[in-house]
């Protein structure tokens, strides 16, 4: 099993910022692609960013200009730096090295109004 473990959600204000940490510990962690994605419940997933082997990134619609994704191979973390946070954007957000089918357990991310 190759399980990335999400952190560093919490509760802020409409306008804020946080940034989010996946840490996978795999050995062929720099050949893959990462992503981010989301949910409420009762909702289907969506799509947030993901960042391929090479580094380049890429963004969902709603998150474009507010968001940052980034990986440190050295130390297998990928982050997602989350700025102007919106009430819409409160979900779990979870990563994932695609390709390999595997989730992590989710952060909460609430944004208060």
């Known amino acids: 099993q190759v399980q990335p473990v999400e952190s560093g959600g919490g509760l802020v204000q409409a306008g804020g910022s946080l940034r989010l940490s996946c840490a996978a510990s795999?050995?062929?962690?720099?050949?893959?692609?990462i992503g981010w994605y989301r949910r409420v419940p009762g909702k289907q997933r969506e799509y947030v960013a993901h960042?391929?082997?090479?580094?380049?990134?890429f963004y969902g619609d709603s998150v474009k200009g507010r968001f940052t994704i980034s990986r440190d191979n050295a130390k297998k973390m990928v982050y997602l730096q989350m700025n102007s946070l919106k009430p819409g954007d409160t979900a779990v957000y979870y990563c994932t090295l695609i390709g390999s089918g595997n989730w992590g357990q989710g952060t909460q991310v609430t944004v208060s109004s």
């Open positions: 795999e050995s062929t962690f720099t050949s893959y692609n």
């Open positions: 960042i391929t082997s090479a580094g380049f990134t």
